[in-house]
């Protein structure tokens, strides 16, 4: 299941708080595509461990799927999240100047092995 986030949202400081909202948009990329656009994106330029989890979607100035990165080992299995990659909801452009580079999901991947082999 797909959720919903808001950027630069203030919540005020109360006990009692209730949101209603309507949000209408139209895109043509659902959570599925966008998960499999990361998932090659990320197969091309990684390897088959790096892989896209489930997608949210993110209101900014325009609607996008926010799709994290997570690392798995084959003797380990699931390791954490390391990362995630921006996709345009409208047309399916991979929004990489926003996102976490490769470099930077490598370098988290390898911290991370490294933490769970201690």
Do not use: C
């Amino acid at each position: 299941m797909s959720h919903v986030e808001f950027e630069k949202m203030k919540i005020p400081k109360a006990k009692n708080i209730q949101f209603k909202f309507e949000l209408q948009g139209e895109f043509n990329i659902t959570s599925f595509v966008a998960k499999q656009k990361v998932n090659r994106y990320l197969l091309m330029n990684t390897g088959n461990l790096i892989h896209a989890l489930e997608p949210d979607l993110v209101k900014s100035d325009s609607l996008v799927w926010k799709v994290p990165v997570g690392y798995s080992a084959p003797e380990k299995g699931f390791l954490g999240q390391i990362g995630y990659i921006l996709i345009e909801a409208i047309n399916g452009n991979l929004l990489l100047e926003n996102s976490t580079s490769i470099r930077e999901i490598e370098a988290n991947a390898e911290h991370l092995y490294q933490q769970t082999s201690l």
